[in-house]
């Protein structure tokens, strides 16, 4: 296959603890009449630069997301449904894997991933992904911090107080040369593997540049109760 294939990463490997006792993952809870997921799945959907969404999900929960897919995204073939691994690189890298399997995977193979419960990602945060991405190589989606940050080693007394002007919050997508992306995290020691909080970690280890793309404000993650709320503000305000 010629050229760089892109493809979108929706990784809802999450089981939403954080919300509570609840019964589904969060993903599958709903905001303004439709889950979570679908919101999310949307964006790309309504994005021709993605040959293919990729939605990985847990094992038990494969069927009711592609139930939900046939449901309100009808008759789209760009969507699959895959098995999310343990932890998320490990689902990222299922993606991956997938992607050869299908034999479109060459150094020019992009993947932006994303949560699945970040529903209010927009079409300028998914282009700017994809040109960093293509250009740089891996970008990560991030705000400038408005809070203070206090760093504490023991979680009991302030350790250090960084310059603010020089933190972010990371958000998603964070996008990739995916064959690159690949190589390096089979690179990594099994005790790097072990302290990487998301993809970007693996390139930061590595000592490789990640290029910074502008988040909003706007796209929040659903964890908690409250950003359920928050969430059908928006949906509202739309």
């Known amino acids: 296959m010629e050229g760089s294939?892109?493809?979108g990463?929706?990784?809802a490997g999450g089981k939403g603890t954080r919300m509570g006792n609840v019964e589904k993952p969060k993903?599958?809870?709903e905001i303004g009449g439709k889950p979570i997921i679908v919101h999310t799945i949307e964006k790309f959907v309504v994005n021709a630069e993605f040959d293919k969404i990729l939605v990985l999900s847990p094992k038990q929960w494969?069927?009711?997301?592609g139930d939900l897919i046939r449901k309100y995204i009808p008759g789209n073939d760009r969507i699959v449904v895959l098995e999310g691994g343990?932890?998320?690189n490990e689902t990222i890298m299922n993606a991956i894997s997938y992607i050869d399997?299908?034999?479109?995977?060459?150094e020019d193979t992009i993947i932006v991933t994303h949560d699945s419960v970040r529903p209010f990602v927009t079409h300028r945060i998914l282009e700017e992904n994809i040109r960093y991405a293509r250009e740089f190589g891996a970008c990560d989606t991030v705000i400038p911090a408005t809070d203070t940050i206090v760093e504490s080693k023991d979680g009991q007394m302030i350790s250090t107080i960084p310059d603010r002007m020089e933190m972010y919050q990371g958000q998603t997508p964070q996008s990739f040369k995916a064959l690159h992306l690949r190589s390096l995290y089979q690179s990594l020691s099994k005790q790097e593997k072990e302290i990487l909080t998301d993809a970007c970690k693996i390139l930061v280890?590595?000592?490789e540049k990640v290029h910074l793309v502008e988040g909003e404000e706007s796209n929040i993650k659903i964890t908690y109760p409250y950003d359920m709320r928050v969430a059908e503000a928006l949906l509202g305000g739309r």
């Open 205 to 207: 280890i590595k000592g």
């Open 86 to 88: 343990v932890t998320r």
């Open 9 to 11: 990463v929706v990784l």
């Open 5 to 7: 294939n892109i493809y």
């Open 62 to 65: 494969i069927k009711h997301t």
């Open 27 to 29: 993903q599958f809870m």
């Open 101 to 106: 399997r299908e034999g479109c995977l060459n």
